[in-house]
């Protein structure tokens, strides 16, 4: 395990984590890539780092296994889960289906403080100059948008899909993309939600994810072709 990529939490005063908290906290460090694909998550380390016993970091991996972001290997335990690209293309597809769902709920029910949250997420997006930081200001305004559906479940499972694909597409994606074009579809999404434009809104998302699809295609292609000359 990458030392000191989950080391904050044991500082946080997390004795006797629960399950969740522990999942939670592995989730996190998974999506944001500070755990990387076949590392290796021992459990006497992790009880450690939360200051936990062993069981709810073994029925936390457990939970983890179950939403695909560990898998349990013969004699090396649980790593953190590795996908092909063609797996990432079917998460894309099932954040199409999500999101476009969550968002045409959210749009009626959104008020000035909601379009006035996200408006101020991506201002800060336009003056962030790291691209490991987009990934971060992305997933925001994203959830600002959908956060008004008022549907728990939905957004819950939004949040873990995009966890999944996050973790393989932000420096990949951000790269080959820069942020102009994603900014731009960013503010005109915005303003379909502000006219309250459901359908156009809909439609705009759907294409900003199929953009991300190919555009992971071309890189991963890319990348295919350099390693090989």
């Known amino acids: 395990m990458k030392s000191g990529a989950i080391a904050k939490h044991r500082s946080g005063g997390l004795h006797g984590s629960t399950p969740d908290t522990v999942r939670d906290a592995l989730r996190r460090a998974i999506s944001a890539g500070e755990l990387a694909p076949g590392v290796q998550l021992r459990q006497d380390e992790l009880a450690e780092r939360f200051g936990t016993s062993r069981i709810p970091v073994r029925e936390a991996l457990r939970q983890l296994e179950a939403e695909g972001f560990v898998t ?12 092909s690209i063609d797996e990432v293309v079917e998460l894309l597809e099932i954040r199409i289906a999500l999101e476009c769902h969550a968002l045409r709920l959210a749009i009626p029910l959104m008020g000035e403080i909601d379009l006035d949250d996200a408006r101020t997420i991506l201002r ?82 759907r294409e900003h994810i199929v953009q991300t699809q190919k555009t992971l295609r071309s890189a991963q292609r890319h990348a295919s072709r350099d390693e090989t000359t």
């Open 72 to 83: 349990f290997l013969p004699n090396r335990g649980a790593v953190v889960s590795d996908l």
């Open 124 to 205: 800060s997006y336009d003056d962030e100059p790291d691209p490991e930081k987009w990934g971060a200001f992305n997933w925001r305004f994203h959830s600002a948008l959908y956060a008004p559906c008022n549907s728990p479940r939905l957004l819950a499972m939004i949040e873990a899909n995009y966890g999944h694909v996050s973790r393989f597409t932000r420096a990949l994606v951000s790269r080959a993309t820069g942020k102009d074009r994603p900014q731009r579809e960013h503010y005109q999404l915005l303003e379909y939600c502000h006219d309250g434009d459901v359908e156009k809104a809909v439609r705009l998302l």
